[in-house]
């Protein structure tokens, strides 16, 4: 299986500030397609989680722009650039390059 | 706007099987993908696999000996089955609709399964 690894576990995060969340994976997630089959989900408390990106850069429908994902072969970023009250929660990386899909172990943003 | 709500019971004894239903609405489930996702309480998710094409599936190999996935058009539902089950079994599930990049767009609520 893909080992996906996020870090932080934890992030404080001051209204109006970036953050940033690292996930790296164990194998490259680049296909023969030359997509990056590499999810971002937020699940926000008590709510069930929801796409924030896919294929490693693309927005989903509805997700605001200060949203952004980068990286490439195995290492990852999500970025947001202007943290506010709602993005509270915790951020999964997913990979979908290989059965079993797998996840990182989850990044628990909240507000300091 | 697709939905996706999830049911069954909420406890199941140990070793027996443990079998849930999601129902889709504002979609037909014939032209997608679909999955099941578990999330044990207060940790992080776990993909258990997805169903297609009325009945094509691919399982995690880590539950594949246990588990069963299956479409019902004629209802707009998919099911899923886990049996021999045991406390490690204890979790919220979702089923979930994925899209081409393998990523799931849509997730219902939940359903809490108790293994006790």
């Known amino acids: 299986d893909i080992v996906m690894t996020q870090s932080p576990l934890s992030l404080p995060v001051t209204p109006g500030d970036p953050a940033s969340i690292s996930c790296r994976s164990s194998?490259?997630?680049?296909?023969?397609?030359?997509?990056?089959?590499l999810d971002w989900y937020l699940q926000k408390p008590g709510q069930s989680p929801q796409l924030l990106l896919y294929l490693g850069s693309n927005r989903a429908s509805g997700v605001p722009d200060r949203f952004s994902g980068s990286g490439s072969g195995t290492d990852f970023t999500l970025k947001i650039s202007r943290v506010e009250a709602e993005d509270v929660g915790v951020y999964y990386c997913?990979?979908?390059?290989?059965?079993?899909?797998?996840f990182g172990q989850g990044t628990k943003l909240d507000i300091k | 706007q697709v939905q996706l709500q999830e049911s069954g019971p909420g406890l199941v004894k140990p070793s027996e099987t443990l079998s849930l239903t999601c129902t889709v609405s504002g979609g037909s489930i014939s032209s997608d993908y679909w999955s099941w996702i578990r999330q044990p309480p207060g940790r992080g998710l776990e993909w258990i696999g997805y169903v297609y094409d009325s009945g094509t599936t691919t399982y995690n190999p880590s539950l594949e000996s246990r588990v069963t996935m299956s479409m019902d058009t004629s209802k707009n539902q998919f099911s899923l089955r886990v049996t021999s089950v045991t406390a490690a079994d204890t979790a919220v599930y979702f089923c979930?609709?994925?899209?081409?990049?393998?990523?799931?767009?849509?997730w219902g609520q939940g359903i809490l399964v108790t293994v006790s």
């Open positions: 979930t609709k994925i899209v081409a990049s393998g990523s799931s767009d849509h």
């Open positions: 194998q490259s997630l680049l296909h023969s397609d030359g997509h990056i089959y």
């Open positions: 997913m990979q979908a390059l290989q059965i079993p899909y797998t």
